[in-house]
Each structure stands twice: as structure tokens, then as C-alpha cells.
């Protein structure tokens, strides 16, 4: 009878390293059961509803995956009747606060503006509420807000403001207007106190007047009460691909990532018109390292 070296060498060589090779076997299990080797932990993800809000009669929650994840999309606007438009009943009567992500063009138009988030009449002093950046080289972002006896108020940050990606917050806590940008407060602005006026009219996000202008905005979140200092700071310092912070209080959530629908539990859902769902939008964005 013949001999099988190479049966009988395989079979050493499975005695000899067979222990370690079932020991790198069961790691690799394990990592990968923690997701270690989820690709989707790493990568942008494909759909907002990835992560979204959940409102039952017992509680109110995030459910899916929430962390860890930038956007596929970005909501681009083109200043030529380019616009998300959001039911009036998604708006605030009181204390509110609105961020958003955006990424601001180059080039400006003297004398032009780029609206951000509005309620009423598409922007202006008629509006309960306008945020807006003016003039050329973004030389001010401004926050209007219209009381219920008609009368407007405003405040305003002097830029010019950072190229690329950034966080802007806008916060009525019922006696003051503030700016912050990335998280830290650029303005306060005592008004007296005050009630907004009835809202009547759309939420709109839009990315220019005159045709002058562009601009990319991403995970718009409106809250009915005023957010403080560290709350705001705590949803920059999430980065672009963030969960909303105060659910309780929590009107829309409008990540713009490949839609204009709200995932705040509220629908609250957009109706976009000529936006353009960029994939290309990341040069520019930096995530927040504090």
C-alpha cells in the first residue's frame, strides 16, 4: 500500500495549526457580530429614514441607526424658483429654534440675499420668522421675527462668515434673538417680550432671491421652545449626519438627504420644487472634533 504524503502532510498541518486557525475563526465571529465590519458604520448612508423619530401614546424615541452616518444627499438649491415648501401647521407661535447645516456659495451678487428657513410669505419683514444671509461676500446673516402686534424684529452677525460647511442655530426664547455659528453665540438680541404673530402661512427653504445665488443646506431641525447654549452646541458638535436633541420639543426634522420629508414623527413633510439632490457635496465639510 502506497503512502500519501500529501494526505498525511495535510492532516500534520491541520493537528498542528487547527487550535489557532478555530481561535482567529471565533474573532472574527465576534467582531463582526459588534459591527466591526459593517461597512455602513464607515459610509455614507442611503436614505435618511435610516435613522428616524417614533411617537407612540407610551413614548417618544429615535429608532434605527442613528450614529455614525453622513448623508448621501444634500438638498442643492439654485435661486431660480428652487424651493422646499413645509405645511403651516409645522410652525412655532412661541419660543422656537431652528438649525440647519449649509454650505454657502462663492461669488457672490452685491446687494443680493440668500434666504435659509422661513415661515411666511416667502421671506421679508412680513414673515413670522426669516433667516437669511445678505449682501455680497456674506457680509451678514440676519433673524426677523414679526410679534403679534406686527412690528419686526431683528438681529444681525457681521461676516464674512467661513467657506465650506457650517452650523447656523436661531433661537427666540421669547424676549431675545441669537445667532450661533458651529455652537458658539454670536448675538443676543433683547426685544422685549414678546408673542410671534399667527403663523398663516408655509415653512419654506429656499437657496437665493433674484436669481442671484446658490446654496446647499442639510439637516434642518425646528424645535417649539428655545434651545440653551449647550443643547445647541451638543447637535453642532453631532456633525452633519445628527439626531435631533430635544424630542419632546421637536416640530420637523427635515434631513434633506434624497428628500424633503419630515422624520421627526410629526409629518410634518416638505414638497420640494427644482432641488437638486446632490451626492457630491462632502469637499468643504469637516467633522466637529469638540
Not at 428616524?52 to 442613528?66: E, K, M, P
Not at 439626531?243 to 421637536?250: K, T, Y
Request: charged share 10%; glycine share 12%.
Amino acid at each position: 500500500m502506497r503512502c500519501s504524503c500529501r494526505s498525511q502532510s495535510a492532516m500534520e498541518y491541520l493537528m498542528t495549526y487547527g487550535w489557532a486557525i478555530l481561535a482567529i475563526a471565533i474573532v472574527m465571529v465576534s467582531l463582526y457580530s459588534l459591527g466591526i465590519f459593517n461597512l455602513g458604520s464607515f459610509s455614507p448612508s442611503g436614505s435618511s429614514v435610516a435613522c428616524q423619530v417614533i411617537r407612540t401614546a407610551a413614548q417618544t424615541s429615535l429608532a434605527g441607526q442613528c450614529s455614525n452616518l453622513v448623508p448621501k444627499f444634500v438638498a442643492k438649491f439654485n435661486a431660480q424658483g428652487s424651493y422646499v415648501n413645509v405645511s403651516a401647521a409645522a410652525g412655532p407661535k412661541g419660543p422656537f429654534t431652528v438649525l440647519v447645516w449649509a454650505d454657502l456659495p462663492s461669488g457672490w451678487s452685491g446687494g443680493s440675499y440668500i434666504s435659509v428657513v422661513t415661515q411666511g410669505n416667502a421671506g421679508g419683514a412680513g414673515s413670522e420668522f426669516d433667516s437669511y444671509f445678505g449682501s455680497a461676500s456674506s457680509d451678514y446673516l440676519a433673524f426677523r421675527t414679526r410679534d403679534s402686534s406686527g412690528i419686526t424684529h431683528a438681529t444681525t452677525v457681521s461676516g464674512p462668515f467661513p467657506a465650506g460647511w457650517q452650523h447656523y442655530s436661531f433661537v427666540f426664547d421669547g424676549t431675545n434673538l441669537l445667532i450661533y455659528v458651529n455652537g458658539v453665540q454670536k448675538v443676543s438680541t433683547n426685544i422685549g417680550s414678546n408673542t410671534l404673530a399667527t403663523a398663516t402661512a408655509h415653512i419654506q427653504f429656499q437657496g437665493g432671491a433674484n436669481g442671484y445665488n446658490s446654496i446647499m443646506l442639510a439637516d434642518v431641525q425646528l424645535y417649539n421652545a428655545s434651545l440653551d447654549s449647550t443643547t445647541v452646541k451638543s447637535t453642532y458638535a453631532k456633525g452633519i449626519g445628527g439626531a435631533p436633541v430635544d424630542l419632546q420639543h421637536l416640530v420637523g426634522w427635515w434631513p434633506l438627504n434624497g428628500d424633503a420629508n419630515d422624520y421627526s414623527g410629526n409629518n410634518n413633510h416638505g414638497i420640494p420644487t427644482n432641488v437638486i439632490w446632490s451626492s457630491s457635496w462632502q469637499s468643504g465639510y469637516a467633522a466637529p472634533t469638540s
